[in-house]
T-cell receptor
């Protein structure tokens, strides 16, 4: 079974631009969660989607948004990029919704904002 | 607020035993995960505890005390490949995962 895939793996943008990241979950998984990881901060939860509906949202500004398609693939969008948005963005899929299910992580997208 | 505390970094010797602690203060508790993350790679699942006690899985064991808000991950017979970050995550009352900053474990020969 193929694992979670994320594209692109690396991205360099400048302040003020916008970016879209993509995540394809493991086949059969309907829940996709997004996280931001920065050194010393750990994983910060962005949002969780299940069956095309946002179930949960973390404490991030409205510049961060996401969606999920009928095939469970998910995209995350960040508008008006700031230097502080530089981070590793991880997505994780699970069969069921909710944090009490084992999550399978993708390799991440490393975003650098200049 | 919600808080997960783990040591930032630990060093141990190949073949030895190491215990990585995690203390938490969260709004509710519905379980605790440990994940391993090698540098530049995705986190991978190690263990899940929801009841008090010790869960053993090969060289790795995880312990939970809900009354103390405390967990530890025990790694035995350390190997060089165990050099990684170990992430503790708690499921809160909203079934949302709250993550610690992770403990970087360095194994020396």
């Amino acid at each position: 079974k193929a694992g979670v895939t994320q594209t692109p793996r690396y991205l360099i943008k400048t302040r003020g631009q916008q970016v879209t990241l993509s995540c394809s979950p493991i086949s059969g998984h309907r829940s996709v969660s997004w996280y931001q990881q920065t050194p010393g901060q750990g994983l910060q939860f962005l949002f969780e989607y299940f069956s095309e509906t946002q179930r949960n949202k973390g404490n991030f500004p409205g510049r961060f948004s996401g969606r999920q398609f009928s095939n469970s693939r998910s995209e995350m969008n960040v508008s008006t990029l700031e230097l502080g948005d530089s981070a590793l963005y991880l997505c994780a899929s699970s069969y069921l919704a909710g944090g009490n299910n084992e999550q399978f992580f993708g390799p991440g997208t490393r975003l650098t904002v200049l | 607020g919600q808080n997960i505390d783990q040591p930032t970094e630990m060093t141990a010797t190949e073949g030895a035993i190491v215990q990585i602690n995690c203390t938490y203060q969260t709004s509710g508790f519905n379980g605790l995960f440990w994940y391993q993350q090698h540098a530049g790679e995705a986190p991978t699942f190690l263990s899940y505890n929801v009841l008090d006690g010790l869960e053993e899985k090969g060289r790795f064991s995880s312990f939970l005390s809900r009354s103390k808000g405390y967990s530890y991950l025990l790694l035995k017979e350390l190997q060089m490949k165990d050099s990684a970050s170990y992430l503790c995550a708690v499921i809160d009352s909203n079934y949302q995962l709250i993550w610690g900053a992770g403990t970087k474990l360095i194994i020396k020969p």
